[in-house]
């Protein structure tokens, strides 16, 4: 239950590792928490499920699917993502623009995380962009963010209203992915629910290969946290 | 046929009167025209038929529709346009926010037309937003269109590739409703295809009594055009 003068945020959750942290984060600092997600085609509804299942445990006053259907519009693109073509594996990820890049999509996200927040009353909007990010992905930059927040003001009748009210958090911005789940383990993350295979095998079982999997797996490594995640038995045979 | 070396421009195509005017400029001025339409959830399919008609008859090389159900988060707000609640008749338009202030709507909608401009190669994105509308809603104003193109080279590949390359085009910024419709006339738009009532009777014949209907008639008007919208008998009966 939400107590009366309890601010309330909009936190964007994906059903992975980063987003579920910025979650606790948010409910850690007092924010009734509005979690939002989106079916946009991603190729495994596993990842909604998982955000269903984050939220609740999070204790998210709600969580909400917004779909979007941008077939119509290039499907965002070719990404690895949302198509059928070939998730990379085990490559070098340390710079580049990844096959994994998505156009525009977290400033679709926030401009819809943006007009729930008004419909709400929040003035808060969580966005777990972290480190490990920055280098591939332009719109996780903080410049990015910023630019966003600097919108958000002028975009709105809450804006006009107020004084610059919207901030857009990121928590997670300065955070190694082992930094992110020592955070969350504190908090109480059971990150057994959450899912960051590009990849997976049926079951939901974690390919142990993809981008996110390997990023995932070297922050429990790095942390000293047991990895809960459940890989697909070809990764012990490939290893 | 586009040439080959013609650039290629995304616009915002409502099927109302300003954005056709839009997209005539647009052509005008030698772009590619990609025209691109939301279905939100308005209480009329007549706008998007409009829009089809009017991407067609002005020679755009395409025309997708997006397909946006936000009523999981809340259904962009209680606005008249998205609900059942009523639409504004004969109020003084001069100022305030309107009930049909929909939030966030320009910030999503040139959102998702940023994403579609990577997918097609675009770097000019066209907005029908006029002097007129300023007056009420927040996210037409020349500030948050300036922000938005700011964090449009800052979101994207392309924006990290190049110096800036994408632009907001507002071509119908410092226009009345009388020099819109007689720049567009001089285009050779076709207005009876526009559709811009909030609050059409069967058949899509307009009411002449919203925001919208009169802020049309009143252009056409000072135009010295013939009115070419068709009105329902009540507008008749009412005056």
Chains 1, 2 share one sequence.
């Not at 979007?68 to 499907?75: T, V």
């Not at 070098?92 to 996200?109: K, L, M, W």
């Not at 910023?146 to 002028?154: D, I, S, V």
């Not at 300065?174 to 079951?203: F, N, Q, W």
Request: with cysteine; charged share 20%; net charge negative.
């Amino acid at each position: 239950m939400t107590q009366t003068n309890q601010k309330h945020a909009v936190v964007l959750l994906s059903g992975g590792l980063d987003s579920a942290t910025s979650l606790a984060i948010a409910r850690d600092m007092g924010f009734a928490c509005h979690a939002l997600s989106f079916d946009y085609g991603q190729r495994h509804g596993i990842e909604l499920a998982a955000a269903a299942a984050v939220a609740s445990a999070m204790g998210a006053v709600e969580h909400r699917v917004v779909k979007i259907d941008l077939s119509a519009a290039g499907g965002f693109g070719h990404s690895a993502l949302t198509d059928d073509i070939d998730v990379p594996m085990d490559r070098d990820v340390s710079h580049g623009i990844p096959e994994t890049y998505v156009p525009a999509r977290n400033t679709i996200f926030l401009s819809i995380a943006l007009g729930f927040a008004e419909v709400v009353g929040a003035c808060d909007i969580f966005i777990g962009v972290n480190a490990v990010d920055y280098s591939g992905y332009p719109d996780c930059r903080p410049e990015f963010i910023e630019a966003f927040e600097t919108l958000a003001n002028l975009a709105t009748a809450a804006g006009v209203a107020g004084a610059a009210p919207f901030v857009i958090h990121t928590p997670l911005a300065g955070m190694t992915k082992a930094e992110i789940i020592a955070r969350g383990c504190e908090l109480g993350v059971d990150y057994s629910l959450t899912h960051s295979c590009y990849c997976p095998a049926r079951g939901a079982a974690a390919c142990g290969h993809c981008d996110s999997c390997r990023l995932r797996a070297a922050g429990f490594a790095a942390a000293a946290v047991a990895d809960p995640t459940r890989y697909a038995t070809a990764r012990r045979r490939r290893e």
